[in-house]
C-alpha cells in the first residue's frame, strides 16, 4: 500500500506540476511533434529511396516532397492548435482570421501555379529524369531533377537551369528521348549550292556512325538502326540537311556534340564538298576607283 501511495503521490506531483506550468507540457508535445516530423519524413524518404531503385522518375520525386511538404504542413498546424489552446484543429486553421489571411495570401502566389504544374508534368509526363529536352525559348539542358516548384535542367559543363514548374508546363518543347533510353540530338549541316546532295548525305551519315559516341537508336522494323540524313530546304546561299544521333544517357551530351561536329567537319572537307559561309562582294567603279589612286 505505501508503495502504491507513494506511486500515486509522484503521479500526482508530474499532474500538479504540468497544470501549474501548462507552458512546459506544451513545450514537451511540441518536442515530440518535432521529432514525430522528422520520423515520418524520413521514413517517406527511405520509401520512396527503394521504389526508385526499382523505377527512378518525375512523378516518385515529386509525390515524395509533395508527401513530405503535407507531414511538415500537418505538424505545423499541430504545433499552432497547441499554442492557440482550440480543441479542435479545424477550428484552429479556419478560426483565426490572421491565419486565413496568411493562407489566402499564400494561394494568391506563384507557388501554387508551380505545384499544380509540377503535379500535371509528373502525371503526364511529357519527359522523364534523363531526357534532353530543347525548351520553345532555346534553352537546351538534360532533365536532373523536379522539386516542388522547379524543373532542373544540366546544361554545358556544370550550368545548372532551373525553370518553374508552371512556366514550363505552358512551354511547347522537343523531346529528344521520348519513351527511350537513350539521349537524342539534333544537328543541322550547310552545304554549298552545286554540291552532290547523295554524296553529302553519304558522307554525313558515315562520319557520324563513326563516332565512339553515336549509336544505333532509330527504332524500325528490323531494330534498331541509325537516323537517316535529311535535306530539308534550300537557304538564302546554302542546302540545310539534318539528321538526329542518339548516344548513351551517360555521355555528356557537349562531349557528344563536339565529337560529331567534327567528324562531319573534317568528313566533308576530305571529300571536296564546300561548307558555305557569308562573303561580301564589294565592287568600285573605274572611275572612284582612279580618283582614289590620285588622292
Known sequence: MTNAAEGASVWERVFGFFAEYPIVLGLIIIVFIILGIWIMIRINHAIFRRIRRKREGLNTRFFERIISAVILIGGIILIISIFSGESSIWRTVLGGTALVSAVLAFAAQDVIKDILGGLMISLYKPFEIGNRVELEDGTVGIVKDITMRHVILDGMDTQKIVIPNSKINLMRLKNFSFHSQYRGAQFTFYIAYGSDIDKAIRVIREAVISSQYSIPGKQTASGEDYA?????????????????????????????????????NQAL???????????????QKREELHASVKK
Do not use: H, W
Open 269 to 283: 572537307r576530305e571529300n571536296g564538298i564546300e561548307i558555305p559561309y557569308q562573303y561580301v562582294n564589294v565592287i
Open 228 to 264: 537517316d540524313v535529311y535535306f530539308m530546304a534550300y537557304e538564302e546561299s546554302s542546302l540545310r540537311l539534318m539528321t538526329t544521333v542518339y548516344f548513351e544517357a551517360a555521355t555528356p551530351s557537349e562531349v557528344a556534340i563536339s565529337d560529331i561536329n567534327r567528324k562531319v
